[in-house]
C-alpha cells in the first residue's frame, strides 16, 4: 500500500502542479506587463512580492486565476485549442486514457503527458502574451514610446511562435490518441 499511494501522490503532483505551474506562468507574465504599463517598472513590483510570503501567495493565487482566464477566454474564441480530438471509437476521453493506461506502458503514458504538458504551457504563455502584446500595442501607438518596441516584438515573436506551437502539440496528441487506440481495435 505504501508504494501505491507514493504512487497516486507523485502522480497528483505531475498532473496537477505542473499544470497549475503554466497558469500561474502566463498570469504572472500578463500581472507583470500591466505593472510594467502602468508605471514603467517591474523590479519594484518583484520586491513587493518577496517580500512577505503572504503577498507572494496572493501574487500566485492572482496569477493562476487571471491564467485560468485567460486560456479559457481564448479557448472560447478559437484563437488556441484546448480539446482533444476524441477517436470514434471511444465515448469520453476518459476512456481512452483507460484503455491507453492498461495497454501501453508507463513510457507511453509519459509521452502522451509531455504532450499534454507542453500543450498547456505554450497555450497559458501564448496566451498571455498575445493580451500583453496587444496592452502594450496600446499604449506604445498611445504614448509613442519607441523604448518598448523592442518589448513589443518579443511579445508578438512569442505569441506567433506559442499559439502555433499549441496547434501543433494539440495535432501532435490528436495523433498519438489515433494511432494507440487504432492499435488496441486493430
Do not use: H, W
Amino acid at each position: 500500500m505504501g508504494g501505491n499511494s507514493n504512487g497516486i501522490f507523485s502522480r497528483i503532483y505531475e498532473t496537477f502542479f505542473t499544470r497549475d505551474f503554466c497558469f500561474i506562468s502566463g498570469g504572472s507574465l500578463l500581472l507583470i506587463i500591466i505593472k510594467y504599463v502602468l508605471d514603467g517598472e517591474v523590479i519594484d513590483l518583484i520586491n513587493y512580492i518577496t517580500g512577505n510570503f503572504l503577498k507572494f501567495i496572493v501574487f500566485l493565487t492572482f496569477s493562476y486565476i487571471i491564467g485560468v482566464i485567460v486560456q479559457e477566454g481564448l479557448y472560447f474564441t478559437k484563437i488556441i485549442i484546448t480539446t482533444t480530438k476524441i477517436p470514434s471509437s471511444y465515448k469520453n476521453y476518459i476512456l481512452v486514457i483507460e484503455d491507453i493506461r492498461k495497454n501501453y506502458s508507463t513510457v507511453t503514458l509519459r509521452e502522451i503527458e509531455r504532450v499534454i504538458f507542453l500543450k498547456q504551457f505554450v497555450t497559458c504563455i501564448g496566451g498571455a502574451s498575445l493580451i500583453s502584446s496587444i496592452i502594450l500595442l496600446v499604449i506604445v501607438i498611445k504614448f509613442n514610446k519607441v523604448q518598448d518596441y523592442f518589448l513589443l516584438c518579443v511579445l508578438i515573436l512569442l505569441t506567433i511562435v506559442y499559439i502555433k506551437e499549441n496547434r501543433f502539440k494539440q495535432k501532435q496528441q490528436d495523433k498519438i490518441f489515433k494511432d494507440l487506440t487504432n492499435k488496441l481495435k486493430g
